[in-house]
């Protein structure tokens, strides 16, 4: 077996009493889709906040490329590429959205002044592959649909050369034709070889897209299968027996 | 706003906020010069109105990043209070004995260091606000009281004056640049706003973005350099009283000719302020500091996902208050010639009125500083137009009062019908 492309290993992180994520090891491989399932509360999104940077863990280690890498903030994760799309889709709403696509690092000038001119250029080129009817680079990201927000989420994780991605919960507020297009994208991205880590509530949406899916319940990891080895039912009855009907067998 | 003048105002792209705002300007004084029976309009009221804004439209300009980032600074006239004080002390008290009386250093030393005690008390209330997270309301208001205790402090009470000759030219009708500097910064002000037009305009069509039609490009030009010439034209037709010049002729022995005239031009405490609004207005948009200032007022948990330190943040724009305070207390305590324990009293009420009036939203993430700045032009049209028609004072503070309210709901009103929350 290859190197994973990044690995989470034996990784705890308490909030007060409570163990919100406890001794969970996860991996992603190149071009592979991994999802994570469970209930609210089951400690998806704190694990991969502290993939992202916005938690720090209290045990355990995170390796990509096989090498071991501290992951103390946001900007430490974009270092090692890895982009993270929020469910709250993080977005700053009064500004327009190539300020928010470059936000935390923007373009300059040879004065080191924010040169908005560029930042717009280059925000219309990769919103012309990701999502061709988006014209309203001007307006402030408040005034627009859910998917276009979404957009400009995306775009931000992709722009950077993203390896490794998040993507938490991101077709939870879109509609059916712009959940549609996420799907296209993910696939898209997936082929060109980024690891892929998605959260979704969708058990369908994530056999569909994901390679293998990792299911958590108070926090621990019940098991990692790959889709084609279980069927709806098994990954229902692991979200909500806490149980993997596989192992029990 | 419909038919052919909306449609003007679109394509010139001017914001609608910033034209409501000159025209609730002149409506004002358009009232007082009437009620006044005409000495509202005149070049030297316009000179004296705008003397007396300088000082608060300075802080208002950083009043906004501090509102914008969803803080506030009630500690600012406190503050302006204290340091102003302590400038006097140093200028009058301890710098004459080292240096000697009127050395040209002593203004330069006491303003650095009043700059450098108002970043660094700033710095401390912004420490306390992002690191410790106290509340701003709370560390300003303990600043409040703090700083104008301490003011009390350092001078038991008393005035200090006269200050440094040359410090006070930083303040008043006795520090003005006259009619030919006034001319020449005009002509320079006019050929850097046309180089930045066309810079603007040529940037644009390089990336292929739409740009305005050319006559739009002329007229809006052509608007700038009237608006700065225009008050050029006001400052330089104010003139020295015959008193004044004849005393100032006796002063170096010489009989002053038949006839002669002298007008002021910009005074250069209005020059601080034209620097302050370019400076202010360019970190606002141009720089990357600004920038977060504005993603953290919009969305603080967005702001940190993406690397920016908040915490340092909030440092550095209490810390930008601080020293633009001091700024504020150079124009203040030089344009009265002494400093009191009262100086800069109400400061902060007036200064945050004027952010708000301006356009700057309480609840963060957006405001202007020209809004700011045309927000204390506004008040300070209303305050001393009050006095000149002899409203007692009490009434002006009802007004005023009633004024801010009444600008805030037009404001909400405003974001309503734009869809600018």
């Known amino acids: ?249 | 706003m419909s038919g052919g003048l909306g449609n003007l105002i679109k394509t010139l792209q001017i914001d609608t906020r910033l034209l409501g705002m000159i025209g609730a300007f002149i409506v004002i004084s358009l009232v007082f010069h009437v009620a006044t029976g005409g000495t509202f309009l005149t070049p030297r009221n316009l000179f004296t109105l705008t003397l007396q804004t300088a000082s608060v439209a300075v802080m208002a300009t950083g009043m906004v990043f501090v509102i914008v980032t969803r803080n506030i600074d009630l500690s600012i006239g406190s503050m302006l209070g204290i340091i102003g004080m302590l400038m006097g002390v140093i200028q009058v008290q301890i710098l004459p004995d080292i240096l000697g009386f009127g050395n040209p250093a002593i203004w330069i030393i006491t303003v650095v260091l009043g700059l450098l005690l108002g970043a660094a008390i700033g710095a401390f209330q912004g420490w306390l606000i992002g690191y410790l997270v106290i509340p701003s309301f709370i560390v300003t208001l303990g600043g409040l009281l703090i700083w104008r205790g301490g003011a009390w402090w350092v001078s038991k009470g008393t005035t200090i004056s006269p200050l440094d000759p040359n410090f006070i030219m930083l303040g008043g009708a006795s520090g003005t640049i006259g009619v030919t500097a006034s001319w020449a910064l005009a002509i320079v002000g006019s050929i850097l706003t046309i180089i930045f037009l066309i810079n603007t305009r040529r940037k644009h069509i390089s990336h292929g973005f739409a740009v305005k039609p050319v006559w739009a490009e002329y007229a809006l030009g052509a608007i700038l350099v009237g608006a700065i010439c225009g008050i050029t034209a006001i400052m330089n037709a104010y003139l020295v009283p015959t008193r004044i010049l004849e005393r100032r002729f006796a002063a170096e022995g010489l009989e002053m000719p038949e006839g002669y005239t002298e007008a002021y031009g910009f005074p250069i405490s209005v020059l601080i302020v034209l620097f302050v609004t370019i400076a202010m207005t360019i970190i606002a948009k141009k720089t990357r500091f600004g920038r977060y200032v504005f993603a953290m007022g919009g969305n603080p948990d967005a702001a940190e996902l993406s690397g920016i330190n908040t915490r340092m943040l909030t440092v550095k724009v209490f810390a930008l208050m601080g020293a633009l305070t001091a700024i504020a207390a150079v124009i203040a305590s030089a344009r009265l010639g002494s400093a009191g324990s009262s100086l800069g009293e109400l400061d902060e009420l007036r200064v945050i009125a004027a952010a708000v009036i301006g356009g700057t939203a309480l609840a963060g993430g957006v405001g202007t500083i020209y809004g700011a700045i045309l927000g204390a032009l506004i008040m300070q049209a209303l305050v001393s137009g009050m006095g000149m028609v002899g409203v007692d004072s009490p009434l002006q503070n009802m007004i005023v009062g009633g004024v801010l309210i009444l600008a805030v709901w037009i404001d909400i009103i405003y974001r309503r019908k734009t869809g600018d929350a």
């Open chain 1, 1 to 249: 077996m290859s190197t994973p492309l990044l690995e989470m290993r034996n990784i705890s992180i308490h909030f007060g009493g409570i163990k919100a994520v406890d001794d969970v090891s996860i991996d992603v491989m190149p071009g592979e889709v991994v999802g994570l399932l469970g209930h609210n509360g089951a400690g998806k999104s704190t694990l991969i906040k502290i993939l992202s940077g916005a938690y720090k863990k209290d045990a355990g280690e995170i390796f990509v490329d096989g090498k071991k890498v501290e992951i103390h903030s946001p900007i430490d994760a974009r270092s090692h590429n890895i982009e993270t799309i929020y469910q709250t889709l993080a977005l700053s709403d009064n500004l327009d959205a190539a300020s928010n696509l470059f936000l935390g690092r923007e373009i300059t000038t040879k004065f080191g002044l924010v040169d908005d001119t560029a930042m717009e250029a280059e925000s219309r080129k990769i919103m012309a592959r990701l999502n061709p009817n988006f014209q309203r680079f001007s307006e402030p990201v408040r005034s627009l649909s859910g998917g276009q927000r979404q957009s400009v989420a995306i775009a931000r994780a992709v722009y950077f050369n993203a390896r490794i991605l998040i993507m938490d919960e991101p077709t939870a507020a879109l509609g059916v034709h712009e959940t549609a297009m996420v799907a296209d994208l993910i696939k898209e991205l997936k082929a060109q070889g980024l690891g892929i880590f998605l959260i979704s509530h969708d058990t369908r949406e994530m056999m569909d897209l994901c390679d293998r899916v990792s299911v958590m319940k108070n926090g621990q990891l019940i098991g990692t299968e790959r889709v084609e080895d279980v069927t709806e039912d098994d990954i229902l009855s692991m979200i909500i027996m806490g149980k993997n009907p596989k192992k029990a067998a």
